[in-house]
């Protein structure tokens, strides 16, 4: 039988996939409406497009990878937002850096700008479940702690 964080991180890895697509369609359309090909305009363009592939993580995480069926609230989504803020750092520090000549220029511009935001990608995923999981989404500890529960204690849930 599968683990249950083994059935998360699957999960987890199914609705990345949908908010990569989400993703990059809004990446890629924002650069060629706007004609943006510089290293700074692309992590402009993309963190337009994290806030589009966000929202629809947050949904999607909430309900399906970690099952949580609590009534939606702002401070779940504010502290998912901010959980995800961590990922989008390293998605743009990566992208930039890629970006920034490291693939040959055999390439198209938009192979080579998508190839950055899949290296990107993958380093941020890492982030993203750990901090999902030991943050937004685990276990409520105690009833009388209220929606949060007391961090440390969440984490050592999470981990387990």
């Known amino acids: 039988m599968i683990s249950d964080t083994r059935r998360k991180l699957l999960r987890f890895g199914m609705v990345g996939i949908a908010n990569t697509l989400v993703d990059y369609a809004i990446l890629n359309l924002l650069v060629l409406a706007l004609g943006i090909f510089s290293p700074v305009g692309l992590v402009l363009c993309n963190i337009a497009a994290f806030f589009g592939a966000n929202l629809n993580s947050y949904v999607l995480n909430k309900r399906w990878t970690f099952e949580d069926r609590s009534h939606w609230s702002k401070k779940e989504y504010l502290l998912f937002l901010f959980c995800s803020l961590g990922g989008l750092g390293i998605n743009c520090l990566v992208l930039y850096f890629l970006s920034s000549g490291v693939f040959p220029e055999a390439f198209s511009f938009f192979v080579h700008l998508n190839l950055a935001k899949l290296s ?35 984490v050592k849930s999470a981990l387990r």
């Open 120 to 154: 990107a990608s993958v380093a941020s995923m890492v982030w993203n479940f750990y901090a999902y999981k030991v943050f937004v989404f685990s276990p409520r500890i105690g009833a009388d702690e209220g929606a949060s529960g007391h961090c440390g204690e969440r």
